[in-house]
């Protein structure tokens, strides 16, 4: 293929693929908002356009137009970098997960690979990159200069931190029995067998409960959203934070949330697999957004249902029960991929 | 293609960088990080010497390297906590006495 | 020059910009962070040499991990700046540079003329290939290093420990 294609081909991908997650996020904080009205049993918004629908554009453009405070005595450097320093690593993650298998596009003449790139260390590479995330918090704890962020900030890097550690350990076994790191591969290993060669049936259950939790903790949301607990911290990280500013580490909290959910859906759920997908390959994007869904879902019914935990019952959780057993299927999984 | 000795001569200059950094600096949290500088460096020259011999044991030295600086990371700054909370200071020059 | 030579120069004044600044910035959280922009050039370079692993483990483990943990003691302890150094020691600072300069220069000497005999190609740093090593051949050191890290966790919570009155 010449690199000019090529090229072409990863910028019409990147954009695609941007578009697409910028869209879920928008209509991912109104579905939010709507499913916990309806969970509470009050309206929510449903006053802009039909259902609330363009409740989105119309916070965009709030964000836009408020004023955009900087602390006085904010260190002024970090306080600027680090929205963008939380919100990259969260949109880059994205280029490495496949949503579908090949498909043939009408005009051309190749089948076109539903996945930006694909590496020999996906998922070390999409580990990375979470892993990167959490200095933006943290920076912008240190940076505003206030009491309340700053331990907004400590929290969030002691909780993300142990909580990482649980999260990589329980996609070893992921790894063990799919062979490979490529992300590509595990989902084609997981076909077939009307979907019991999912991971989450074939033995990784535990493996997936670890991962389900961790990946709760590791996105700070509830009820382990102990970096921005209002009733003590006012907001966290983001007290200071106004404007286009906020609205980045919003972005970056819900690109997050759709990232581990496609991770999830990736390692655990079988990716875009799902019956007739062989057939017609445009079903794999609507399974994969369809299990997406699923998890977006249990995010937000989580919080609805779920009170905070306390910060030491978070450390304990972390500690002393998810990284036993994370390292207890670690040990599973090897015994297990000896007689399999 | 680039060649290993522009790797080598990058590692030289990381290395000279972070030595500098240990001799200059007085806060002992920068002393720990020229250190991580002057280990990076190192690890640059392995994983060059790796590649172009076509061998694979440097890149595995590197790991070790990596486990040995998370350890020494661990360590040193459970050693500057205990330090600042005796001395309330971390200034090397005003921690040279054994005792208080 | 050929693109990828531009792209070594690139990430290369990366490396050493975040190394230099390491060394400048009297405010160790800004230094942390310069060192981590170091961190990602020499992944980046890794990357480029075909030693992928290396490349994904060194932001994972460096940029991630030990980083955070430094990150995390630079806010615990709520460090501002560095102090002035004290009059009696300020000459080391002079000394330093000079001292640095002939460093990089022997070790330019000793590296300049070493030739590789093999061209990197993309396969030479594949999880599959250093793990199979890691796991074989060099177990042991592979398990050493565990216990290293057993007794380093020890010893930090030892040292960190407040101790009971």
């Known amino acids: 293929m010449p690199p000019f294609e090529q090229l072409l081909e990863w910028s019409v991908k990147i954009a695609v693929g941007f578009i697409i997650l910028m869209t879920m996020v928008a209509y991912l904080s109104l579905i939010e908002r709507r499913l916990l009205a309806f969970i509470q049993m009050r309206y929510g918004p449903n006053r802009v356009g039909p259902f609330g629908l363009f409740q989105p554009i119309a ?24 929205p963008a320093l939380s919100l990259v690593p969260a949109l880059m993650t994205f280029t490495l997960i496949p949503v579908g298998g090949e498909v043939t596009l009408p005009l ?34 240190y940076a505003s200069n206030n009491k309340y962020s700053l331990l907004g900030g400590l929290r969030s890097s002691a909780q993300l931190v142990s909580y990482e550690l649980a999260m990589s350990l329980s996609i070893i076994g992921v790894l063990i029995q799919a062979g490979s790191l490529d992300l590509v591969t595990i989902v084609e290993r997981q076909g077939g067998g009307w979907g019991l060669g999912w991971h989450v049936f074939w033995f990784q259950p535990l493996g997936f409960f670890v991962f389900l939790v961790s990946m709760i903790a590791e996105t700070n949301r509830a009820p382990f959203d102990l970096p921005e607990a209002e009733s003590e911290l006012v907001a966290g990280f983001h007290t200071e934070y106004s404007s286009m500013k906020f609205a980045m580490f919003f972005i970056a909290e819900y690109a997050n949330m759709v990232t581990a959910a496609a991770m999830a859906t990736t390692l655990f759920l079988g990716g875009w697999q799902g019956p007739g997908v062989t057939r017609w390959p445009w079903l794999g994007p609507v399974y994969f957004l369809l299990k997406v869904a699923f998890f977006l879902f249990l995010y937000v019914w989580l919080r609805a249902s779920s009170p905070r ?20 299927n670690v040990v599973l999984s090897a015994t297990l991929a000896l007689w399999f | 293609m680039v060649p290993l000795s522009w790797y080598l001569i990058l590692s030289a200059a990381l290395f000279a960088i972070g030595a500098v950094g ?9 002393t720990l990080l020229c250190l991580e500088l002057m280990l990076n460096a190192a690890n640059l020259a392995f994983v060059a010497f790796s590649i172009f011999q076509g061998t694979i044991e440097g890149q595995l030295f590197v790991i070790l390297v990596m486990a040995v600086a998370a350890a020494e990371a661990g360590v040193g700054l459970a050693i500057v906590i205990a330090l600042f909370r005796n001395r309330e200071t971390l200034d090397v020059d005003e921690s040279s006495l054994l005792k208080l | 020059m050929t693109f990828q030579q531009l792209l070594f120069i690139g990430f290369a004044a990366l490396v050493l910009g975040g190394g230099i600044a390491v060394v400048l910035l009297r405010n160790p959280l800004y230094g942390a962070f310069a060192l981590i922009t170091s961190f990602v050039g020499l992944s980046a370079l890794y990357v480029m040499m ?47 540079a000079p001292l640095a300069l002939l460093l990089s220069a022997g070790l330019w000497l000793a590296v300049a003329g070493v030739q590789g005999d093999r061209a990197p190609s993309g396969e030479a740093g594949t999880v599959e290939r250093v793990g199979k090593n890691l796991m074989t051949r060099y177990l042991l050191p592979f398990e050493l290093t565990s216990v290293l890290i057993l007794l380093a966790v020890v010893g930090a919570l030892h040292l960190a420990k407040r101790e009971k009155e």
Do not use: C
Not at chain 1, 60 to 82: H, Q, R, S, T, W
Not at chain 1, 309 to 328: E, H, S, T
Not at chain 3, 52 to 69: E, K, P, R, T
């Open chain 1, 59 to 82: 916070d965009g453009l709030k964000f836009i137009f408020k004023e955009d405070l900087i602390p006085l005595d904010a260190d002024k450097f970090l306080y600027v970098m680090a």
């Open chain 1, 108 to 141: 051309l003449d190749r089948p076109i690979a539903l996945h930006i790139t694909s590496i020999n260390v996906g998922i070390l590479a999409v580990l990375a990159m979470t892993g990167m995330g959490v200095h933006g918090i943290v920076l912008a704890g």
């Open chain 1, 309 to 328: 935990l306390r910060y030491d019952q978070l450390m304990d959780f972390g500690w002393k029960f998810l990284l036993p057993l994370a390292l207890v």
């Open chain 3, 50 to 96: 075909g030693a992928q692993f290396i490349g994904a483990a060194q932001i994972v483990v460096y940029a991630g991990a030990i980083m955070m943990l430094f990150v995390f003691v630079i806010m615990l302890l709520n460090v501002r700046a560095d102090e002035e150094r004290p009059p009696r020691h300020r000459f080391l600072v002079w000394l330093a």
């Open chain 2, 22 to 30: 240990v001799f200059v600096k007085n806060n002992i949290i920068s």
